[in-house]
């Protein structure tokens, strides 16, 4: 079964020692958004004009996916009018990494240990235990961002992704943003992919920049 969109994400954000997630805040809208891009890319799911369709509720046969699926129907249901992508990863981005890490777990691609904090506070932290699905994803940025090999649909949108969330140390931790952006840039707006999963590319981007900026505010605040 392949990794998932926000699998690879959360992957990038948990530390591979400590098992703490980095940039956590923006890390979870980018893993709601990277299951929402994968059920469109899956046929399950259209975006477009920034709303939600759902164009077939059947099964993928990814746990993870089907999970969140069954989720989004049913609150998509709930409504007269298509939903809003901002809206859906508002309310779905905690329950989405919850639901990640613990495929991760299921996947033995991450361990669960509890700790205290100060020697008071318990907390779960999610230490790697299978480096090669890692290993293998930053070979695979490193190829399409830092040496111009040509992405695959799935890799172009964990680009966009990464991009539009401002995720760039967690996928090239050594490298200036600025050195990243223009590259990542045209991978995201490129034209690698199909009509409709272009369209749900640009759609997400515009989301995860609308739900990042929004947090910056009020954390700011």
Known sequence: MAVTLGEEIMLLSLDDESGAA????????????????????????????????ITDSTPTGTSLLDGRLEQLAAWAARSSKPRKVTDWLTKDHSKAVSATIDSLRERGLVA??????????????????????????RERLTAVVLHD?????????????????KLHRLAFPDVPRKQLAPRMTEIA?????????????????AAMVAVTVATTVVVAG
């Open 22 to 53: 980095k940039d956590r805040q923006s890390a979870g809208w980018a893993v709601a958004g990277g299951i929402l891009l994968d059920l469109v890319m899956a046929g399950r799911v259209s975006v477009n004009a920034e709303r939600i369709r």
């Open 189 to 205: 707006e490129g034209q690698w992919a199909g009509d409709s999963i272009r369209e749900a590319i640009r759609n997400m981007q």
């Open 149 to 165: 090999a040509a992405p695959d649909d799935r890799t172009a949108g964990l680009v966009a992704l990464i991009h539009s969330a």
């Open 112 to 137: 669960e240990e509890q700790r205290k904090v100060l020697g008071l506070f318990p907390v779960k932290r999610y230490p790697e235990a299978d480096s090669s699905t890692e290993r293998e994803l």
